[in-house]
């Protein structure tokens, strides 16, 4: 097998999409690969190659050890020691041969027996409060990880992510195959081939905003949703409520990317609750007017202390940490 057949090989066997045409679970996906499989004749013997690895079961095996294989040796042989005392000679041969043949076969058994476990194949990435880390999937594609969340994948299906909490998605793109990713979260499914994008499961609901690219969302009501540059999309599973907004100046946001809040218009309430989910505290606000204030602008979030002072210097007030509680009040 080529160099090139090779590389496909190994695209093939990471992407979804072509595993649910190989399981036949998804007919997008099954449609998709007929269709790029007659396109591309010559790469038909790849394809199929892919989908036996695919359909093979993966399992860590555990080797019996040569000292229980000799202990298995030895009480057989005992047996035949002790049945050869008890038979007469005209039987001796033809005994012998009937138990050195099962030994024989115990033995071979047993050398070549495994302890067969399904292998743990869950890749799970988990931030502390207040921890941010940067990521690279196997694909390449970048996952920047805000604090209080995790994402998840399958070892076979690392463009297959479940997340919960935020995080921010530079995707790979895999223009050989056109590859798709996905990102799931619990109202909806991000479908992706190759782009910039923030999600968000905060606040029970799922919002997405679209930097570049082009991406698809299937909402768990099983309706799905398309989205462009610039666009900012929420949806709830529990309420089954969506809101489908551009980002302008007038409407009121709070994200965050790659280490910073982003926040336009943004309610004072709204962005210390942005600080609660990723920092684990809790806010009380002893001038209860303070929480209908607006805030705009970016605030870095990688530090507690250097976050809230951002914010006393944009809002005028002053926030004072004491158990676990953030007490904000009139400066």
């Given at each position: 097998?080529s160099?090139?057949?090779l ?6 066997i990471?992407?979804i ?15 998709f690969?007929?269709?790029w ?15 036996a690895i695919?359909l093979?079961i ?5 080797q019996v ?5 000799d202990?298995?040796l030895s ?6 020691e002790v049945?050869?005392?008890?038979i007469n000679?005209?039987?001796?041969s033809?005994?012998?041969v009937k138990?050195m ?5 115990l ?7 495994y ?6 194949t ?10 941010i880390?940067d990521l ?5 594609t970048s996952?920047?990880l ?5 994402i998840?994948?399958?070892k ?10 935020e995080?921010y ?8 195959t056109k ?13 992706v081939f190759?782009?910039?994008f ?5 606040n029970?609901?799922?919002?997405v905003?679209l ?22 999309v ?7 409520a969506?809101?489908?907004d551009r ?9 965050w ?14 962005v210390?609750k942005?600080?609660?989910q990723?920092y684990?505290?809790?806010t009380?606000f002893?001038?209860?007017?303070l929480k209908?204030?607006?805030?705009t602008?970016?605030i870095?979030n990688?530090?507690?202390k250097?976050?809230?002072?951002a ?5 005028g007030?002053r926030?004072v940490e ?10």
């Amino acid at each position: 097998m080529s160099k090139e057949e090779l590389s496909l090989l190994e695209i093939l066997i990471d992407d979804i999409s072509f595993v649910n045409w190989a399981k036949n679970h998804n007919q997008n996906d099954v449609a998709f690969w007929n269709k790029w499989i007659g396109q591309h004749p010559d790469k038909i013997e790849t394809v199929y190659n892919a989908k036996a690895i695919i359909l093979g079961i993966k399992f860590n095996k555990t080797q019996v050890s040569e000292t229980k294989i000799d202990q298995a040796l030895s009480d057989i042989l005992a047996l035949v020691e002790v049945e050869e005392k008890s038979i007469n000679k005209e039987r001796f041969s033809f005994i012998t041969v009937k138990y050195m043949a099962m030994a024989t076969t115990l033995v071979l058994m047993i050398s070549l027996a495994y302890i067969f476990i399904p292998a743990d194949t869950t890749v799970t990435h988990t931030t502390l409060f207040g921890e941010i880390i940067d990521l690279k999937l196997p694909d390449g594609t970048s996952v920047i990880l805000n604090g209080n969340s995790q994402i998840s994948y399958d070892k076979s299906s690392p463009r297959n992510i479940n997340l919960s909490g935020e995080a921010y998605f530079k995707v790979k793109a895999i223009p050989s195959t056109k590859a798709k990713f996905w990102v799931n979260t619990k109202d909806l499914k991000v479908e992706v081939f190759g782009t910039q994008f923030h999600v968000s499961t905060r606040n029970n609901k799922t919002g997405v905003l679209l930097d570049e690219g082009c991406i698809e969302l299937l909402l768990g009501n099983g309706t799905s949703q398309k989205m462009k540059p610039g666009e900012l999309v929420s949806y709830s599973n529990e309420d089954k409520a969506i809101t489908h907004d551009r980002v302008t100046q007038e409407l009121s946001y709070s994200l965050w990317r790659e280490g910073t809040y982003i926040f336009n218009n943004t309610s004072v309430y709204e962005v210390m609750k942005n600080i609660e989910q990723a920092y684990g505290l809790k806010t009380e606000f002893i001038d209860e007017e303070l929480k209908h204030q607006k805030l705009t602008g970016g605030i870095p979030n990688q530090n507690l202390k250097i976050c809230l002072s951002a914010i006393e210097k944009s809002t005028g007030t002053r926030i004072v940490e004491k158990d676990n509680r953030l007490l904000m009040f009139k400066n």
